[in-house]
């Protein structure tokens, strides 16, 4: 992924299920080594642009390069050559149910890489050390809670040394504490790994924690794009009705309201 | 109108027809899919292996409990019910034959196949089902392991050794329940009725049947991957998928040991 310029970048990105458009055209570019959050609320589109840019939705127009590669036309093998440079923490951690932690983690060095399985077992403990996981490396995931488990997840995501470390909704579903403590876990990973890191969030306080800019979705449009001081300064109305935590006086569109409920996770 | 109600069963049976063909063509590309994966694929081969040999165990050699005590039961039962019609003729001498030529040729494949469904076909729905909503298969693919190579072809492997092997076993088993009548109810010392049984076979008998397990295999395992990656959202969605899994495979079985049974009964008497 030696690329100049962006390391992403979508251009007139459009996606869809079905007859129903969740994004509307988007445009931006991410530069390497920075931290980028993508702030939206339920049925923005954001976890759509993510799944767009892991290559596990297919846009229906425009393009999103990821590390030189226009995800919308790669072929298999290419889009198996962009995912071995990428790392991706799911919501719910998505560990595989069947595997201890350790084995997880080992998953994608085992089937991957040519390395001895002796390296592989100490690239496994360096990634849950890293994560604060090392006493759990032989637990099944059922056995873990739900913070834990993303740990799991991102030690997993790492276990390749990506190059863009997405994060999917990094601290729902967490006590504030837990929570509090993911997001200190990505600003030393940022500073300790150099990566890009593509994090999808709804958590104000998370987002301008950890983020360098952020891009703020609503309705499958980009509202904002944005450093974190710049975008506590607008004026722009959605964005300060989201930044304030001012509720819709009504839902206009039933189409919008529909969409609120309709929305993948 | 009376063209309507003409064209609109038409169009029902047309749809049905329509969404079965393109079911079978799911499950037939799946499975395709699977066999290019065994060996194009970039997944580790050992590693691969080791799936299928897990695969192997737990579809076959778990199966092997059950498979002996059920086709056991039924040899015994196919002698009973064969002897309450030979006895008429006075022919119970034919007893071996009769058990013999029904389990080999039907029922051993048979059962063993329903019972493959009831623990591994409705398994692979369940299992592929709750990894598609725990976004364990997203999380498969994001990480380049593709799902079909990683959790079908092992036990697309596996199901294709096993079940010959099984059926094997299941002819066994059905013969020594039908001994234990030949012996008790019939003028046969085990000796004599194992012997009776071996001249009564031929060996198309037994080929046939391996060969429609084979096939019985490729169902259960396409039905069942293909079930389970078709869940829907939420825990609900997988008992849904199982549930179809067994229905369809068993439907699916039969209607193939039909077609088959006929082509081998029109190619040469078979």
Redesign the interface.
């Known amino acids: 992924m030696d690329v100049d310029g962006p390391i992403i970048s979508g251009r007139d990105l459009r996606v869809q299920y079905g007859d129903r458009e969740i994004l509307h055209g988007v445009s931006f570019d991410v530069q390497p080594k920075e931290t980028i959050v993508i702030l939206g609320g339920s049925g923005s589109g954001k976890s759509t642009l993510l799944r767009t840019m892991v290559g596990l939705e297919k846009p229906t127009s425009g393009a999103v390069w990821v590390g030189g590669t226009n995800l919308a036309q790669a072929s298999a093998a290419e889009l198996d050559e962009v995912r071995k440079k990428i790392g991706l923490s799911f919501q719910g951690g998505a560990l595989i149910g069947s595997m201890t932690v350790g084995e997880n983690v080992a998953l994608p060095l085992r089937e991957l890489t040519n390395l001895e399985a002796s390296t592989i077992e100490v690239v496994v403990r360096i990634k849950l050390e890293q994560v604060g996981l090392i006493q759990f490396q032989d637990f099944m995931p059922s056995q873990l809670s739900g913070g834990m488990k993303k740990r799991a997840a991102l030690a997993r995501a790492m276990a390749m040394d990506p190059e863009i470390l997405f994060f999917d909704e990094p601290s729902a579903g967490l006590d504030p504490i837990v929570a509090a403590g993911i997001d200190s876990l990505i600003l030393n990973l940022k500073q300790a790994l150099a990566v890009t890191i593509v994090v999808v969030t709804h958590e104000l306080a998370s987002a301008f924690l950890i983020a360098d800019r952020i891009i703020v979705l609503d309705g499958g449009h980009i509202v904002a794009m944005a450093t974190t001081d710049e975008l506590r300064r607008s004026t722009h109305p959605r964005i300060q009705q989201f930044l304030n935590r001012v509720p819709d006086s009504e839902v206009s569109d039933d189409v919008d309201h529909l969409r609120l409920y309709t929305e993948r996770i | 109108m009376p063209r309507l109600s003409v064209v609109e069963p038409l169009s029902v049976i047309g749809g049905a027809v329509e969404r079965g063909l393109a079911y079978l063509g799911g499950v037939a590309q799946l499975l395709g899919r699977a066999f290019a994966h065994a060996f194009t694929s ?3 081969r050992s ?1 691969s292996y080791q799936r299928a040999c897990h695969q192997a165990m737990v579809i076959g050699v778990g199966a092997v409990p059950v498979i002996s005590f059920i086709t056991f039961f039924i040899g015994v039962i196919m002698a009973l019910q064969g002897a309450y019609e030979l006895k008429r003729f006075g022919a119970l001498h034919l007893i071996a034959d009769t058990v013999a030529i029904s389990i080999t040729r039907e029922l051993g494949p048979l059962v063993t196949a329903i019972v493959v469904i009831g623990r591994s076909g409705s398994a692979f729905a369940a299992e592929i089902g ?2 598609k909503v ?3 298969l ?8 593709h799902p079909i190579g ?1 959790l079908v072809t092992p036990k697309l492997l596996a199901m294709l050794v096993m079940m010959p092997c099984l059926t094997i076993w299941a002819d066994l088993m059905g013969v020594l329940g039908g001994s234990v009548f030949g012996v008790t109810g019939a003028d046969y010392t085990f000796g004599t009725y194992l012997s009776a049984t071996r001249d009564a076979l031929y060996m198309r008998d037994i080929i046939t049947g391996l060969v429609k397990s084979i096939v019985f295999g490729l169902v259960i395992t396409g039905v069942g991957c293909q079930e389970g990656f078709a869940t829907g ?1 939420g825990s609900e969605e997988v008992g849904r998928s199982t549930t179809s899994a067994v229905v369809t495979s068993i439907f699916l079985v039969v209607l193939v040991d039909l077609v088959f049974t006929a082509i081998f009964y029109v190619t040469g008497g078979a």
Do not use: G, I
């Open positions: 970039s997944l580790k590693l709750t990894m725990t976004e364990e997203d999380a498969l693919e994001t990480m380049a392991l990683f959202a």
